[in-house]
């Protein structure tokens, strides 16, 4: 029985449903499928025929308080998109790769795929069947359950040293027991006017683009709405965003050196006094060991590495140092580094020595949301099946993630079979072909080493055709009930349907369900969804169905809980840690046999480790900045969506377009080492003339699509070409973010 606690909910105007102006209107929230990580409030329309014809965003939910970006307000288009699969299919294992499909109910794919499962488990064990999640929304905790339920190990990221969200999650937990999100008064039901919130004085943007890429759990306008109050920005970018046009002081860093560029700052904290000495005596570990290490990190040499000005270093760390309330905004430019580790360590650390830890307006630890957030059915997953997670043996701090193998090492296993082999996977929410694997052609041809691929998505994607033997179609969240809890979030919301599954699609719950129930019974005990959903949220003393009226829901929430024994399991003050401190030294990383302190490592290849590659590769390379209309390998075959970024696009500096002989609009390659792909010029000062940004998770849904055809432009494409495995030492973090190219013009017929 989970432990009752005292959630606030929202008093509402108006029921969940209601009628205006000759529609019917349902409210909910948005998360998936399709959509982001955030669950945005959202009022849906329909019409006497039960057809969804608007959404609009709730104007009485306090998380975005009405506000919806593009890709919520185009739901309709996706729903009623042409390009859906609506019926369960499967085609034989030589068939891969090819569109030779035959539609099958879902009683006889369900039981077939059941069989197949539990002879894997039955010939080789549980571990040879993997169960893999793409980004995270609300349907990776069902995924993780159906993993552990069946006491398989093996949860797959598909992405090189597990580098999104994860990286950040997995440091901070193990240097201060804990993850921290900016303090944006998310956690009050009446925001900014409530009186225990004070405004941060400053909010530092690192690596993030937070009004389009919205990470762990906020919204990105929240910043805005702060500095419409007066609380002033520093960016850290190698692009000018919009928010770095707007900011106090943009710093337009070479990808991949934030751990010096942190690590410089800290020296100029220390050295200046301007750290919070009596917060560094009472809570927190190794500072002076801390100070060392920073003392090899002088201005001038962390200018030269990072490319920024000295006195602009100087002048962010300053005003880290002066705030009373300071932010920390960080992206997955951090996870997206080899060693990630101890450059999170390092960044994280300027907030902790300056005192910006659970104060009003600082960095906070998430409310706990509902006990099935983080490892639930992990209950289900014996000690003796855990040790066999892949990856773990060599890396033992993926642990401290969400449990995860690791994916460098799980391709290695399933091209060699060692340890075992990999015989069934299940592949839900993910398209690692187009979006999170790197290397795609080693990709594809080490997932042909697995029997029976089951893939589940609303669309035909470059990885079912390229993999599945099944495709299971889901349904969008305007057609289904769900809960939105998750990554930073300090709220529960239900997804309350609005219309009819079209076809035969079903919810990503009530496949989960209808699977489990049939290879691990004892893992889901529910007749239906909505009584799971119930059991979830227990701990709030109301059923699903009373939540649908009241959510969201907010559990308590206090400032300073390091102070009154609310961090750690045995109630005593401090941080859950062994020196219940921050420990600014890591005992945990010690122990495992890593760094304790923050540290600095030069990309490779970059200009300054590979220098006898810049005449051929002149350009740093820069992957990922997230787009409006698309989310990651999403919405590629939606048409408003599309129009709005209808093409792959590399960001040029003008003089840099000129010195390489193309201009805007042209057709180039991107190459470097290990591969290039196609891309459109886009002219832009927003990127220095030494570095050049681009799009990730591309295809063309309307080219060619099998195999042998292109696989929908994929091989031309996918920046991913450029990008090899090879993820830090700690097993988090990959340079997807920094590497070398250079870009020429593409041929005819090309």
């Known amino acids: 029985m989970a432990e009752k606690r005292d959630y606030t909910t929202v008093e509402h105007k108006k029921p969940y449903r209601y009628e205006e102006d000759g529609l019917h209107v349902t409210r909910g929230c948005g998360w998936s499928a399709p959509g982001c990580h955030l669950g945005c409030g959202v009022l849906l329309y329909t019409d006497d025929d039960g057809r969804l014809v608007k959404v609009e965003g709730d104007p009485e939910n306090p998380f975005n308080q009405g506000r919806l970006c593009v890709r919520c307000l185009d739901l309709p288009e996706v729903v009623y998109s042409p390009d859906r699969i609506l019926h369960p299919l499967k085609r034989d294992r030589g068939n891969r790769g090819k569109d030779r499909w035959e539609q099958v109910g879902w009683d006889e794919v369900l039981d077939e795929i059941a069989g197949i499962i539990l002879e894997a488990k039955e010939a080789y064990g549980p571990e040879s069947v993997a169960f893999y999640s793409g980004t995270g929304r609300d349907i990776g905790q069902y995924i993780t359950r159906l993993c552990w339920g069946f006491n398989s190990p093996n949860f797959v990221f598909m992405m090189s040293g597990q580098s999104c969200y994860s990286p950040r999650v997995a440091g901070c937990f193990s240097t201060s027991g804990s993850f921290w999100v900016g303090d944006y008064a998310q956690q009050f039901p009446d925001r900014y006017d409530n009186p225990q919130w004070e405004q941060p004085d400053l909010i530092v943007i690192w690596g993030n683009n937070p009004v389009v890429s919205?990470?762990?759990?906020?919204?990105g306008h929240w910043v805005v709405d702060c500095m419409k109050r007066g609380t002033k920005a520093i960016v850290i970018d190698p692009r000018l965003t919009w928010l770095a046009s707007r900011a106090e002081l943009f710093l337009q860093i070479r990808p991949g050196t934030d751990g010096a560029l942190a690590l410089g700052m800290a020296n100029y904290l220390v050295e200046n006094d301007l750290y919070d000495r009596?917060?560094?005596?009472?809570?927190?570990?190794?500072?002076?060991?801390?100070?060392?290490?920073?003392?090899?990190?002088?201005?001038?040499?962390?200018?030269?590495?990072?490319?920024?000005?000295?006195?602009?270093?100087?002048?962010?760390?300053?005003?880290?140092?002066?705030?009373?309330?300071?932010?920390?905004?960080?992206?997955?430019?951090?996870?997206?580094?080899?060693e990630t580790i101890p450059t999170a360590q390092a960044v994280l650390a300027l907030f902790e020595i300056t005192g910006n830890i659970g104060k009003p307006g600082t960095m906070q630890q998430p409310a706990s949301i509902l006990n099935y957030a983080a490892g639930w059915g992990s209950e289900f997953l014996t000690p003796e099946q855990e040790a066999k997670r892949i990856g773990q043996e060599a890396h033992p701090l993926i642990k401290m993630g969400f449990q995860e193998c690791v994916t460098d090492d799980y391709i290695r296993c399933l091209e060699t079979g060692e340890p075992y082999p990999i015989k069934v996977a299940w592949m839900q929410t993910t398209n690692p072909l187009a979006c999170t694997g790197v290397d795609a052609k080693r990709t594809l041809a080490a997932h042909m080493n697995i029997d029976?691929?089951?893939?589940?998505?609303?669309?035909?994607?470059?990885?079912?055709?390229?993999?599945?033997d099944y495709f299971l179609p889901a349904c969008t969240y305007a057609e289904r009930n769900g809960l939105r809890i998750g990554d930073g979030a300090q709220r529960a919301e239900t997804i309350n349907k609005a219309i009819e599954p079209l076809g035969e699609s079903r919810s990503d719950m009530q496949i989960t369900l209808d699977i489990g129930k049939r290879i691990s019974p004892e893992a889901w005990p529910w007749e239906t969804v909505e009584d799971l959903f119930s059991d979830i949220l227990e701990e709030t003393g109301h059923s699903f169905e009373e939540m649908q009226e009241l959510a969201p829901g907010y559990p308590p929430f206090d400032y300073r809980m390091h102070e009154k024994g609310l961090l750690r399991t045995d109630g005593n003050p401090g941080f859950q840690t062994a020196t219940g401190r921050i420990e600014l030294w890591s005992t945990l990383y010690n122990s495992l046999g890593l760094d304790p302190l923050p540290s600095y490592e030069e990309p490779v290849p970059s200009p300054r480790s590979t220098p006898e590659l810049t005449g051929e590769y002149p350009l740093v390379l820069t992957t990922g900045a997230r787009v409006w209309s698309m989310f990651h390998s999403e919405h590629r075959q939606i048409p408003r969506m599309r129009a709005l970024h209808p093409e792959p696009l590399v960001y040029v500096n003008p003089a840099t377009a000129a010195q390489h002989g193309v201009k805007d609009g042209d057709w180039v390659w991107l190459e470097n080492q290990h591969g290039r792909c196609k891309r459109q010029v886009r002219e832009t000062p927003i990127v220095n003339?030494?570095?050049?940004?681009?799009?990730?998770?591309?295809?063309?849904?309307?080219?060619?699509?099998?195999?042998?055809?292109?696989?929908?432009?994929?091989?031309?494409?996918?920046?991913?070409?450029l990008l090899p495995y090879d993820c830090g030492t700690s097993g988090f973090g990959a340079n997807y973010k920094n590497t070398i190219c250079k870009m020429y013009p593409v041929g005819e017929g090309e």
């Open 452 to 468: 029976t691929i089951v893939v589940v998505d609303l669309f035909m994607t470059p990885t079912a055709m390229a993999l599945a």
């Open 214 to 219: 919205n990470s762990d759990g906020l919204y």
């Open 689 to 721: 003339e030494r570095t050049v940004s681009t799009d990730h998770a591309w295809w063309r849904p309307e080219a060619p699509c099998e195999l042998d055809e292109g696989l929908y432009d994929l091989w031309d494409l996918t920046v991913e070409n």
């Open 278 to 338: 009596e917060f560094v005596d009472l809570w927190c570990y190794g500072f002076e060991e801390l100070a060392e290490r920073a003392r090899d990190y002088p201005l001038d040499e962390v200018a030269e590495i990072t490319e920024i000005p000295a006195e602009e270093i100087a002048a962010a760390a300053r005003r880290i140092g002066a705030a009373e309330r300071a932010i920390l905004q960080w992206g997955v430019a951090i996870d997206q580094i080899k």
